[in-house]
C-alpha cells in the first residue's frame, strides 16, 4: 500500500484489526500485531501513473432519450393546448343559447 504515517501526539491511541494482523498506534508508538515497528517515510508520488479516463458508456444513450423525451411532452403539451381551446369553445357556446 502506498500511503503516509502521520506522527501524531503521544496522547492519541488507536487501532485498526484485519482479518490477519492488527495495526495500532500506542503512546508514540507504532504496533503491528502487537510488536513495535519502525515506520520508514517512503513517499515517491511523483513516479505513480495518472489515471486513464473511462468512456461515457451511455452517453449517447441519454442524449438520444432526452430528445426522444423532448419530442413525447411537446406532441403531449400541444395535444392539451388543443383540448384547451376545443373546451372552451364548447363551454363558451352553452351560455350563447
Known amino acids: 500500500m502506498n500511503f503516509e504515517w502521520q506522527a501524531p501526539d503521544e496522547a492519541?491511541?488507536?487501532?485498526?484489526?484485519?482479518?490477519?494482523?492488527?495495526?495500532?498506534f500506542q503512546n508514540g508508538q507504532y504496533l503491528?500485531?502487537?510488536?513495535?515497528?519502525?515506520?520508514?517515510?517512503?513517499?515517491?508520488?511523483?513516479n505513480t501513473d495518472k489515471p486513464t479516463p473511462?468512456?461515457?458508456?451511455?452517453?449517447?444513450?441519454?442524449?438520444?432519450?432526452?430528445?426522444?423525451?423532448?419530442?413525447?411532452?411537446?406532441?403531449?403539451?400541444?395535444v392539451l393546448i388543443i383540448f384547451i381551446a376545443f373546451g372552451r369553445k364548447i363551454y363558451k357556446n352553452m351560455f350563447k343559447r
Not at 491511541?13 to 492488527?22: P, T, V
Not at 432526452?66 to 411532452?73: A, H
Open 12 to 24: 492519541i491511541n488507536s487501532k485498526i484489526d484485519f482479518a490477519s494482523s492488527s495495526l495500532a
Open 32 to 46: 503491528v500485531n502487537g510488536k513495535e515497528t519502525e515506520v520508514e517515510v517512503n513517499s515517491n508520488m511523483e
Open 54 to 78: 473511462t468512456p461515457a458508456l451511455f452517453k449517447g444513450f441519454f442524449r438520444v432519450e432526452g430528445q426522444i423525451i423532448t419530442v413525447f411532452f411537446a406532441i403531449i403539451f400541444t
